[in-house]
């Protein structure tokens, strides 16, 4: 895997706030816990997650950076040559944005998710097509993010390079480029090569650690090495610390970026206790090297965990199960940060005090297998916003045809209308209506429920 100044302003805060939580109680969120230790502990996210108030409600509470699942992954960004799409990866900003959380930026170069016409492309203008869609990539973002994925997994498990579009053209040579001009389209990000199957001794990290020595030799700008630890239970590597310690020594920042800790089903107790076990490693190897800057989950809870798709008859990875209550894994995250054992973290409420306060009126008017239907979003809180998205969810059979007053993604199922540019900032107590028409197949009904920049909007 797998406003500008404001963003710019809440991250100065973030990073100057690292350590100075020093007293945090016990029964403080992760993230108070991790930032009295001086790192960050993070999670990912998509754009469909933005209607879930279940899962909001969590990560805006516990956690304190944010990657995107697939938003900024360069069949998103850039479908067709020369044609950008920024509004996913732009909805994940604003969220972490509205949260006090910052974003790690995933990613600029991967072998997959490739859209097919780089892959098309004769050999002598892959490089152009690379460096342009990193320039414009990481221009869009500057001053956004904390760091970028800069080439994620670029190495098979026996250690040699994969084969791709990027090696075709341009050989080794390619991964260097991409760094050289990530940086000079934002100087200000940290700077990451990003794999998994890294996180202990072996071929494929040793071959990461040349790579790395190699670059820090020629005074190629690498800021960091992501770890993804995407582990089985009970198979964290016994050699995690050395291998992190060693890759500090070279003069980077390390991070676990995508952790989750996968259980063949159904997860029995036993099976949970080790999870918590493995978690409580996790951190702790963190912990005990100086350049470890933080710890993410890949995912929120288990019913957004990519792991039951990606490999069946396996799930139950992450720190929340599937109603987003903690598992033992999370009370013993909490200890491994220097909370105390047994004392119980607040569970938040659907509604995060964190996002948006809201409300939303709707309006359907129906024909055969047809419907338009117009929808007023007055912010109810005592500030302005800057940007807005509404997450709802179409009832099934829906579909939307066209729309007024918002750019409107997927266009069915879990729907996301994100401002557009003469409508973005929304005062206090101010409204604005947005609009749809669409096909049906009998339910013309309105979507059961809103939410705006993540928080559930009353009716």
């Not at 040559?81 to 969220?95: A, H």
């Not at 084969?163 to 075709?168: I, N, S, V, Y």
């Not at 800057?386 to 007024?404: D, E, K």
Request: aromatic share 8%; glycine share 10%.
């Amino acid at each position: 895997m797998s406003a500008a100044a404001a963003v710019v302003a809440a991250g100065a805060l973030v990073v100057a706030g690292l350590g100075a939580h020093a007293g945090a109680a016990a029964g403080s969120s992760l993230k108070d816990l991790a930032e009295a230790k001086g790192i960050y502990f993070g999670t990912a996210m998509t754009q469909t997650d933005l209607g879930n108030a279940s899962l909001t409600a969590v990560a805006g509470a516990q956690f304190d950076m944010v990657t995107p699942g697939n938003e900024m992954k360069w069949d998103t960004v850039e479908p067709s040559r020369g044609t950008y799409n920024f509004g996913p990866g732009d909805r994940i900003v604003s969220f972490a944005t509205a949260h006090g959380m910052r974003v790690r930026g995933h990613n600029l170069v991967w072998h997959s998710q490739l859209p097919s016409w780089v892959s098309s492309l004769p050999t002598n203008q892959v490089q152009a097509a690379m460096e342009s869609h990193i320039t414009t990539t990481a221009t869009h973002y500057k001053g956004q993010l904390y760091a970028w994925d800069v080439v994620n997994e670029p190495f098979n498990e026996d250690g040699s390079l994969r084969q791709d579009a990027f090696t075709a053209a341009m050989g080794t040579g390619y991964i260097a480029d991409a760094l050289r001009t990530a940086h000079a389209a934002d100087p200000a990000a940290k700077l990451y090569l990003n794999d998994y199957n890294i996180e202990g001794i072996g071929a494929k990290s040793n071959a990461m650690y040349s790579l790395v020595q190699s670059l820090k030799s020629q005074g190629v700008p690498i800021d960091g090495v992501g770890f993804e630890a995407h582990f089985i239970v009970g198979q964290v590597p016994s050699t995690l610390t050395a291998n992190l310690q060693r890759f500090a020594a070279l003069g980077v920042d390390v991070a676990v970026t995508e952790l989750d800790d996968r259980i063949q089903l159904p997860a029995n107790s036993t099976a949970l206790a080790q999870q918590a076990t493995d978690y409580s490693n996790v951190v702790k190897a963190c912990l005990a090297v100086s350049r470890c800057v933080g710890v993410s989950q890949w995912g929120v809870g288990d019913a957004d965990s990519w792991i039951p798709s990606a490999f069946p008859g396996y799930g139950a990875a992450t720190l929340y199960d599937n109603s987003y209550q903690p598992k033992p894994a999370f009370e013993a995250t909490a200890t491994a940060l220097g909370g105390t054992p047994g004392t119980p973290t607040p569970t938040p409420t659907p509604t995060d005090p964190g996002g948006a306060s809201c409300k939303v009126t709707d309006a359907v008017n129906t024909w055969n297998t047809g419907l338009t239907e117009n929808i007023t979003i007055t912010n109810t809180g005592s500030t302005a916003l800057a940007h807005w998205a509404l997450a709802f969810t179409l009832p099934g059979g829906q579909a939307i045809t066209s729309g007024w007053n918002a750019t409107y993604s997927p266009t069915s199922g879990n729907v996301t209308a994100t401002n557009v540019s003469y409508n973005g900032t929304l005062a206090a107590g101010a409204s604005t209506t947005i609009g749809f028409q669409a096909t049906h197949t009998g339910n013309a009904a309105a979507p059961a429920a809103f939410a705006l920049n993540g928080a559930a909007c009353s009716r």
